[in-house]
């Protein structure tokens, strides 16, 4: 029911930054916790960032840590992933998720590129 569309990616140089945005439209996101993840080629989809729906309790992938920040801004129905620090291992496709009451991730975006070069 809510659909979400991903921005922001592109390339970067190691060391630089990128802000990712996930715009939903259908359905408030304040009703869902939500989520990034990654899938680097050959790699399966990983978990990178998740974010409760008030936004109090965050979650993140070790590698990550200190590095990336998940933020949401319910008014603007507009999740955000702040990369900071970037390096090559950090290439793939970034994909924004939605998930209710359960623990399953239900809604997901179409996916953004983000390649960090060397």
């Known amino acids: 029911q809510v659909q979400l569309v991903e921005s922001g990616g592109g390339l970067v140089q190691a060391g630089g930054s990128l802000r990712l945005s996930c715009a939903a439209s259908g359905r408030t996101i304040s009703t869902y916790t939500m989520g990034w993840f990654r899938q680097a080629p050959g790699r399966d989809r990983q978990f990178v960032a998740s974010?409760?729906?008030?936004?109090?309790?965050?979650d993140y992938e070790d590698s990550v840590k200190g590095r990336f920040t998940i933020s949401r801004d319910n008014t603007k129905n507009t999740v955000y992933l702040q990369m900071n620090s970037l390096n090559p291992e950090d290439t793939a496709v970034y994909y924004c998720a939605a998930r209710r009451s359960s623990n399953r991730y239900d809604y997901w975006g179409q996916g953004t590129q983000v390649t960090v070069s060397s």
């Open positions: 974010i409760s729906r008030s936004g109090v309790t965050t």
